[in-house]
């Protein structure tokens, strides 16, 4: 029976392709625009306007507080309500984006506070403009602390996609769900799940050893 | 050059300067002392505005400081400020450093920034630095790059905030012999510092301080030898016993 099952799942593997593909595309898309998204509020979180800071405090909390499943729901369920009504996909990206900036936002502002006054003020009194000692100054010496926690905040978006299954995106998780039905193998079948995921993760944990043991310098 | 009129400025409730009226001509030496805490690095990090004042005027070569509409990035690039702990960028090379303010600010071109990066750091004796990191410096060395970085925009006025108090004793004598070397220039430059034997040799005029206020000026020699107030001459048998 096993090896019935076997070949069934090899007569489908195409279909979990499909999955895997849909699954990078949510992945990728999502840490870029998690990461553009992450760095503009980071750098607000880390500024000096006491109300844009709490207004981004406030977001952070909300979304590291509540369940990024319950995130989902609300983007593809609650937001229709208001006259907002998108497709599972966008919808898809657009939670993980709300998810992952307000992460990747932490991680950046901590980055930015941890470099020394000094290195703001060395660049005032020389002329730089704001964006200047940023882009010149302060970001180059804080991508240091941000780099390693960065790739590893990468490595936990990609498995979050596998949330979005539950509004119906058809992803590597959704393909296992729709297969385990028909092949009810479910070692079997969540076992490929798993190392596809895996496939797509595990290049990122190496990056992310490698630049916590540069980086500790 | 420099002109202080009625300033005043808190921090909260504590009145860091207290009614600050002050002239400062070009070419001038100023050295700024009194104990910590009496305002004389604020004083200083006023006049290019590092931090704001509530009351009164600031003006620097006609433009005034803390007004609105005054272009703070062409303020700044004339004036050259040399701090404490150096701040210099660690992800920088030496010549980097000095570079950075004359490309971006100055929108000057990569070769003649370097060219000018390299008199400087040939002007405080570090040529054969230009590649290190800061981190492969001593501190004097790293003093002395901080003023290169300074010098490197051609200001006008340099403004240094206790630039020899982070260091060790044997590494003062060469950042001092930088700025005398300044001196000779004509540069304006205002020092807050405790070293008395460079008041003395270089400046025009020592400013005392106190909770905020100045409390004596006078010239260097007079106001070592012959203070006219009891708080001044304190202050001075305490850093000559030190």
């Not at chain 1, 909390?61 to 309500?81: A, N, Y």
């Not at chain 2, 004097?140 to 006025?157: D, E, H, T």
């Amino acid at each position: 029976m096993m090896a019935f099952y076997f070949s069934r799942l090899v007569e489908i593997f195409p279909f979990f392709l499909k999955g895997l593909w849909m699954t990078t595309q949510i992945a990728f898309i999502s840490l870029f625009t998690c990461t553009i998204l992450g760095f503009i509020l980071g750098i607000l979180r880390s500024g000096k306007n006491k109300i844009i800071k709490r207004l981004i405090g406030v977001y952070v909390s909300f979304v590291r507080g509540t369940p990024f499943v319950v995130q989902v729901f609300i983007v593809f369920f609650i937001l229709p309500e208001w006259g907002i009504q998108l497709k599972a996909f966008p919808a898809a990206l657009l939670a993980m984006a709300i998810m992952g900036s307000a992460f990747i936002c932490e991680i950046v502002a901590g980055g930015i506070n941890a470099i020394s006054k000094g290195q703001w003020e060395a660049g005032t009194a020389s002329g730089l403009t704001l964006i200047q000692q940023l882009r010149l100054v302060v970001i180059p010496q804080a991508m240091k602390v941000i780099l390693p926690p960065l790739v590893g905040q990468y490595v936990l978006l990609i498995k979050d996609t596998s949330v979005v299954s539950v509004i119906g995106v058809m992803e590597l998780t959704r393909v296992g769900w729709v297969t385990v039905v028909r092949i009810p193998e479910g070692l079997m079948v969540f076992s490929l799940v798993g190392a596809l995921y895996f496939v797509i993760s595990y290049p990122l944990i190496l990056l992310s050893n490698y630049l916590e043991r540069r980086m500790a310098v | 050059m420099i002109e202080f009129k009625h300033v005043n400025k808190w921090f909260g409730k504590l009145h860091v300067l207290d009614d600050i009226n002050l002239d400062i001509d070009p070419g001038e030496v100023l050295v700024i002392c009194g104990p910590s805490g009496s305002g004389k690095s604020t004083l200083i990090r006023c006049i290019n505005r590092l931090e704001p004042i509530q009351e009164g005027e600031i003006i620097v070569d006609g433009v005034p400081v803390h007004d609105k509409k005054t272009n703070l990035t062409k303020l700044r690039a004339d004036i050259g400020f040399v701090f404490q702990q150096f701040h210099l960028y660690p992800h920088m090379t030496v010549l980097q450093n000095v570079m950075l303010a004359p490309v971006n600010v100055k929108k000057m071109s990569a070769a003649a920034a370097e060219e000018i990066a390299r008199e400087k750091l040939t002007q405080v004796g570090l040529t054969d630095k230009a590649g290190a990191y800061p981190i492969q410096l001593s501190g004097g060395q790293q003093q002395r790059v901080a003023i290169a970085r300074g010098l490197a925009m051609s200001p006008k006025i340099m403004l240094f905030d206790e630039p020899t108090s982070a260091l060790d004793p044997e590494m003062i004598g060469e950042v001092l012999d930088v700025m005398v070397n300044l001196v000779s220039e004509g540069m304006t430059m205002c020092v807050v510092t405790h070293e008395m034997g460079f008041a003395r040799k270089v400046a025009d005029r020592v400013l005392f301080m106190d909770f905020g206020k100045i409390i004596e000026t006078g010239r260097p020699d007079e106001f070592f030898d012959n203070p006219q107030t009891h708080r001044a001459a304190d202050f001075i048998s305490k850093i000559l016993t030190h």
